[in-house]
């Protein structure tokens, strides 16, 4: 890995401008990650811009400096473009970002090497990455740095429940904590600050779960009616996915949320062996092997029996 991480040290030192690009549908892994890279970046005298296409969650906006990310690329050509957490260019949405080389920093085991650099590892998060080419470029990772970093690491952890929990995982924690993340206020902002609408759309997810296989397979759906009939967003629903996991049958939960009409996002989750990834990709989606995500096109019903005969085969 150093080899890459001096290839980026190259790339940087030549750089002016950069962007630094978050997935569509941001978690926080992307979010935290983006926000620590360009602040890298700024102690580094490079003009960073961040782009997220869709913006930014309610849940995310207490991160230090994410009112300043857009949700479109720049006009303008930049020296760099560099994406976090992306298995893929098309990851970061449909707008094309004007770069003249593309620096791909990413922990999915389905990454396809977009990049003219492709910083790739299984970690338990692209904060890892992030953490480590700091460490290598000797940028000073202050308070906001490692807020943004320990975010990224407990969201795409569970908070350390995840089988991508490594030893390494634990240790770059502790040195976030160290120099400024506070693990109390990170966890009450990230999973202690729900609106009304959404706990309330939240029981009305739960009030759906079905199951098939004897409680094997967990599963629940929302339509787009019920999420304007409750005012609600999508983001209102995140978290649903993860209740669903914890029922003590279940080995695959899946979450159908109907976006607009005839498009339906799905997440899957997984205990033990079972690989949704494998699933997610056959879609056109893809992710991790115990936590991946696809959007298909088609009615709430149609997209559900499609996706649950894949998942059934695999019994």
């Known amino acids: 890995m150093n080899r890459i991480f001096e290839s980026i040290k190259q790339e940087l030192s030549q750089a002016k401008t950069a962007v630094v690009a978050a997935h ?52 303008h050509e930049s020296d ?3 994406t976090v957490d992306a298995s893929d260019i098309s990851r970061i949405g449909a707008h094309p970002v004007k770069a003249k080389k593309i620096i791909n920093i990413d922990h999915h085991p389905d990454n396809t090497n977009f990049g003219a650099i492709n910083c790739v590892e299984l970690l338990s ?15 000073e990772i202050d308070p906001e740095i490692a807020t943004a970093l320990y975010v990224s690491i407990i969201t795409d952890t569970g908070s350390f429940k995840y089988t991508n929990t490594l030893p390494s995982t ?3 924690a502790m040195n976030l904590v160290k120099r400024g993340a506070n693990p109390s206020q990170c966890a009450t902002a990230v999973y202690d600050n729900k609106t009304l ?16 296989k ?30 669903l996991r914890t029922i003590d049958t279940a080995e695959v939960a899946v979450m159908f949320r109907e976006e607009i009409k005839n498009k339906v996002k799905i ?11 494998r699933i997610a990709k056959s ?3 893809g992710g991790h092997v115990q936590a991946s995500g696809v959007v298909l096109e088609g009615s709430l019903l149609e997209v559900k029996k499609k996706v649950l005969d894949l998942i059934l085969k695999e019994f």
Request: proline letters at 4%; zero cysteines; glycine letters at 8%.
């Open 24 to 75: 569509v549908d941001p978690d926080g892994d992307t979010l935290g990650s983006m926000i620590a890279m360009a602040l890298m970046l700024k102690k580094l005298g490079i003009k960073a811009v961040m782009y997220s296409a869709d913006g930014v969650p309610r849940t995310y906006k207490f991160l230090p400096h994410s009112d300043e990310i857009y949700d479109h690329p720049p006009k």
């Open 80 to 82: 760099l473009l560099i």
């Open 125 to 139: 998060a692209v904060a890892e990455l992030i953490y480590q080419l700091a460490e290598y470029l000797k940028v």
């Open 170 to 172: 634990f240790l770059v």
């Open 197 to 212: 609408t959404s706990v309330k759309i939240f029981a009305r997810a739960l009030l759906n779960i079905e199951t098939l």
């Open 214 to 243: 004897n409680g094997r397979i967990v599963y629940a759906a929302i339509s787009n009616e019920l999420i304007h009939e409750m005012h609600a967003h999508g983001e209102d629903i995140v978290g649903v996915i993860d209740h």
């Open 267 to 277: 997440n899957f989750r997984s205990k033990g062996s079972f690989n949704v990834s």
């Open 283 to 285: 879609l056109g989606g």
